[in-house]
């Protein structure tokens, strides 16, 4: 399949924006897949109405089917058509969240196809918080189901030239535009039990939600080792955003932490293997690796989660074999990056 790759300016006039969207909405209603920026990391997107683009969505990303897909909506009236009954928790998260990185996931109704939904009886919604991608759902016919534009179990695209990398010859078109500040999916909140439940951390956090419906609670096997439990969101039961080589985490005192990635990968170099540090500004320029990638300060975590996807991505490009992540602290959005780094490092932590 030919790729189409149609970039949007900041600054372009809006006539040709419409133009380009309805373009790319049309091809959602013919059944097709068009890649577009959202305010969390670029999304797959096609007919979450239509059973056969589900498929498709599926087959592009080398995804299994039973891992369900977010369905994307522009206008709050929209949602009523795709759930069994809007719960008060979800009225009063969109009310304070929408548009925003906050999925809900709630019964579905007749309409959506269980291809969508992972054969599920629930059906995960978010309204994004970015005006093309809003202009887009609605250009499409008001319903985009999107994954995140990846291949299956590489980390998620915040920049167009990741898309493309993935994504060349296997959809229709890719929605070249800035974006995705925030750099880490959506948080997800399940609100089909008697209490709020978090699937999946992200940068709307566990207390921004309690304010909003009191108790909320958290899937724990999202931070358990113990591989046998199985988280109740059913993508994160995969491997994820692993980067070609090893991954390792390091938790402690910054300086013991400094310390013992020094030595790994001074030892690592004596053997001629490539080696890569995401480390924070603190301490970024003591560290000794070949590839050092500076995620902000650790007072500011928000810069951490913008880049980490694209860090991964880099020391793939960069063909590095062993690499050093400083843990984050659990918090805030800190347990958002700290549940991906657990994944892209399979799990791998070494306390220091
Ligand atoms: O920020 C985001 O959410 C991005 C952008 C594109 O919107 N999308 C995204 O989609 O991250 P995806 O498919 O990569 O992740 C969706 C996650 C998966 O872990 C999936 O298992 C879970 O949501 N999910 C979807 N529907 C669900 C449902 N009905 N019940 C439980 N988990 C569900
Ligand atoms: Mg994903």
Redesign the pocket.
């Known amino acids: 399949m030919e790729t189409e790759i149609l970039s949007i300016a900041a600054d372009e006039p809006e006539e040709s924006v419409r133009q380009k969207l309805s373009r790319a909405g049309d091809i959602i209603k013919n059944g097709g897949l068009v890649a577009f920026p ?7 997107g096609g007919d979450a109405l239509n059973s056969e683009s589900s498929r498709k969505i599926y087959a592009a990303k080398g ?1 299994p089917s039973d ?4 369905i ?1 909506i522009a206008d709050m009236e929209r949602l009523a058509g795709i759930v069994k009954e809007t719960p008060e928790n979800a009225r009063r998260l969109a009310a304070a969240f929408w548009p925003g ?1 906050l ?1 809900m ?1 709630m019964k ?1 109704s007749d309409i959506v196809p269980v291809q969508t ?2 054969g ?1 009886d ?3 919604v ?1 309204m ?1 918080n970015h005006l093309l991608a809003l202009e887009f759902i609605r250009a499409a016919g008001g319903y985009v189901a ?5 291949l299956s179990g590489k980390p ?1 695209p915040t920049i167009a030239k990741y898309v493309i990398q993935d994504m060349m010859g296997r959809i229709n078109l890719i929605l070249d535009a800035d974006g995705a500040q ?1 750099g ?3 948080t ?1 909140v ?1 609100l089909t039990g008697a209490v709020p439940m978090i ?2 951390p ?1 940068y709307i956090t566990q207390e921004m939600l309690s304010r909003v419906v009191g108790e909320v609670d958290m899937d724990i096997t999202l931070f358990d080792c113990d591989a046998t439990a199985s988280p ?5 039961k ?1 491997r994820h955003y692993a980067p070609k080589g090893e991954l390792v985490l390091v938790e402690g005192e910054p300086e013991a932490v400094l310390r013992y990635i020094n030595t790994q990968t001074d030892l690592h170099r004596k053997n001629g293997i490539k080696t890569g540090v995401i480390g924070t500004q603190e301490q970024i320029s003591r560290y000794h690796a070949d590839s050092i990638k500076n995620a902000g300060s650790r007072e500011e975590p928000l810069a951490a989660a913008q880049q980490l996807y694209t860090f991964l991505r880099e020391f793939d490009d960069e063909n590095i074999a062993y690499m050093y992540a400083e843990a984050f602290e659990g918090t805030g959005i800190g347990q958002a990056i700290m549940n991906r780094l657990l994944k892209a490092a399979g799990h791998k932590i070494i306390q220091v």
């Not at 959202?38 to 797959?44: D, F, I, N, P, S």
Request: avoid cysteine; proline fraction near 11%; hydrophobic fraction near 35%.
């Open positions: 959202t305010e969390t990391v670029y999304g797959l995804r891992n369900p897909l977010i994307h990185p999925t996931i579905k939904t992972g599920l629930t059906v995960a978010r994004p999107a994954p995140s534009a990846n998620s925030i880490l999916e959506s997800i399940d699937l999946r992200g109740r969101a059913p993508g994160m995969y």
